[in-house]
Nanobody, 125 residues
């Protein structure tokens, strides 16, 4: 079955960098669009970044533009999120997600059928 496993989270200071990874298995990774979402305590899960099948299209939430970079390595079935200049407001559980159809915009939660278990990112001030 489809599995997504995130890794790379942790506790860092403001201004530091982290790289999250998401390893996919049980499906043809290159045939799925992929995305990163995050959820802070007491808040809705929100879109962070999304990427098309071969990486030609990438979209970002406004607050992370210029700081975060989404990428994928289809040969390794792995999705990445490079996070630079981290801020305390980036603190959240980060989830990767897979979209099997690609019919709507990357930003929409409902297009993603499969989700990982999440990895905690905590940024101290």
């Amino acid at each position: 079955q489809v599995q997504l496993v995130e890794s790379g989270g942790g506790l860092v200071q403001a201004g530091d960098s982290l790289r999250l990874s998401c390893l996919g298995s049980g499906f043809t990774f290159s045939s799925y669009r992929m995305g990163w979402f995050r959820q802070a305590p007491g808040k809705e899960r929100e879109f962070v970044a999304g990427i098309s099948w071969s990486g030609g299209t990438r979209e970002y939430e406004d607050s992370v533009k210029g700081r975060f970079t989404i990428s994928r390595d289809n040969a390794k079935n792995t999705l990445y999120l490079q996070m630079n200049s981290l801020k305390p407001e980036d603190t959240a559980v980060y989830y990767c997600a897979a979209d099997p159809r690609g019919n709507y915009g990357l930003v929409y939660r409902h297009v993603y059928d499969y989700w990982g278990q999440g990895t905690q990112v905590t940024v101290s001030s």
